[in-house]
């Protein structure tokens, strides 16, 4: 993986970009996280795809650009990322807040997309309740108490069958809150709670779509997810039936599967999940 730093027209991005292909997959991380927390997960695609995975800006190493980062103009800047990397089209895999980025490049620049994929996230805007916590979040973080999100949400964002296996990642993750810039964090949670509806624009356009959920999502209530879903018809929908908010972690190789399948075949359940490295297209005789 050759990590470097780029300008995006005016703003400095910390990207890494890896593996060959016809076909680019650009990894774009959740909230409080960085493009490190994709690096498990990376080797599992790039035998087949070409990968870019990005600090979105202000989180990681990225700059901070203002005291508001909408997810359009975090859009605008993955816009820049992939004229300066010479890339015309790409797969976007959102990840959480990474997804909210993701539809918001999608309403604006769909000419540059090959699909969109939302892994354990949402079309949906936050209701009055979430975009309350998030204010809460804000006031913590203002308050020099940004612990208290270190304390809960990494590891809220794994099923409790998952936390035991997986602490490693989840010590990693605490981390990540404990180096992420106060501003960054403060940026990026009012640019979620600004955030419009994107249903209908999913709707309506012409770039192939894959939701990818998880069964013990934290964060995303199956309910809600279901419901979502139902109302998007067009989209392909793959269900982690072991995964909560982290599915790309917990179930590595069925997610990568997935996306694999979507991005080479247009068919989400074209590969087999136990073997995502090598790709190989299922048989009448493997099972999903």
Same mark, same amino acid.
């Given at each position: 993986?050759?990590?470097?730093f780029?300008?995006?027209?005016?703003?400095?991005? +910390?990207?890494?970009?890896?593996?060959?292909?016809?076909?680019?997959?650009?990894?774009? +991380?959740?909230?409080?996280?960085?493009?490190?927390?994709?690096?498990?997960?990376?080797?599992?695609?790039?035998?087949?795809?070409?990968?870019?995975?990005?600090?979105?800006?202000?989180?990681?190493?990225?700059?901070?650009?203002?005291?508001?980062?909408?997810?359009?103009?975090?859009?605008?800047?993955? +816009?820049?990322?992939?004229?300066?990397?010479?890339?015309g089209?790409?797969?976007?895999?959102?990840?959480?807040?990474?997804?909210?980025?993701?539809?918001?490049?999608?309403?604006?620049?769909?000419?540059?997309?090959?699909?969109?994929?939302?892994?354990?996230?949402?079309?949906c805007?936050?209701?009055?309740t979430?975009?309350?916590?998030?204010?809460?979040?804000?006031?913590?973080?203002?308050?020099?108490?940004?612990?208290?999100?270190?304390?809960?949400?990494?590891?809220?964002?794994?099923?409790?069958?998952?936390?035991?296996?997986?602490?490693?990642?989840?010590?990693?993750?605490?981390?990540?809150? +404990?180096?992420?810039?106060?501003?960054?964090?403060?940026?990026?949670?009012?640019?979620?709670?600004?955030?419009?509806?994107?249903?209908?624009?999913?709707?309506?356009?012409?770039?192939?779509q894959?939701?990818?959920?998880?069964?013990?999502?934290?964060?995303?209530?199956?309910?809600?997810?279901?419901?979502?879903?139902?109302?998007?018809?067009?989209?392909?929908?793959?269900?982690?039936?072991?995964s909560?908010?982290m599915?790309?972690?917990?179930?590595?190789?069925?997610?990568?599967?997935?996306?694999?399948?979507?991005?080479?075949?247009g068919?989400?359940h074209?590969?087999?999940?136990?073997?995502?490295?090598?790709?190989?297209?299922?048989?009448?005789?493997?099972?999903?």
């Open positions: 993986m050759k990590e470097k780029i300008m995006a027209g005016d703003t400095a991005l +910390h990207v890494a970009d890896s593996g060959r292909g016809e076909r680019c997959v650009v990894l774009v +991380h959740g909230y409080l996280e960085s493009m490190y927390v994709w690096d498990d997960f990376v080797p599992l695609l790039t035998p087949h795809v070409r990968v870019v995975t990005v600090d979105v800006p202000g989180h990681g190493v990225s700059q901070v650009l203002g005291e508001v980062h909408t997810m359009e103009m975090m859009a605008d800047v993955l +816009h820049g990322m992939l004229d300066a990397l010479g890339i089209r790409a797969t976007f895999v959102g990840h959480s807040m990474g997804g909210y980025i993701s539809l918001a490049f999608c309403a604006k620049y769909p000419e540059r997309m090959d699909g969109l994929v939302l892994l354990s996230s949402s079309p805007p936050d209701d009055e979430k975009r309350e916590n998030r204010r809460r979040e804000i006031a913590l973080v203002r308050a020099g108490k940004k612990d208290v999100l270190a304390h809960v949400a990494p590891e809220t964002g794994f099923a409790v069958q998952n936390r035991e296996r997986l602490k490693d990642y989840i010590e990693d993750l605490v981390e990540q809150v +404990h180096v992420t810039e106060d501003e960054g964090i403060v940026a990026l949670l009012g640019g979620m709670i600004a955030r419009v509806d994107q249903n209908a624009m999913l709707r309506v356009s012409r770039v192939p894959l939701f990818i959920l998880g069964r013990h999502d934290n964060y995303i209530p199956v309910e809600a997810a279901e419901r979502f879903v139902a109302d998007n018809p067009q989209a392909q929908v793959v269900w982690l039936e072991a909560g908010h599915g790309f972690i917990e179930e590595p190789e069925r997610c990568a599967a997935a996306i694999l399948g979507f991005v080479l075949r068919d989400a074209a590969f087999d999940g136990s073997a995502a490295g090598n790709a190989a297209p299922k048989t009448d005789l493997q099972t999903d």
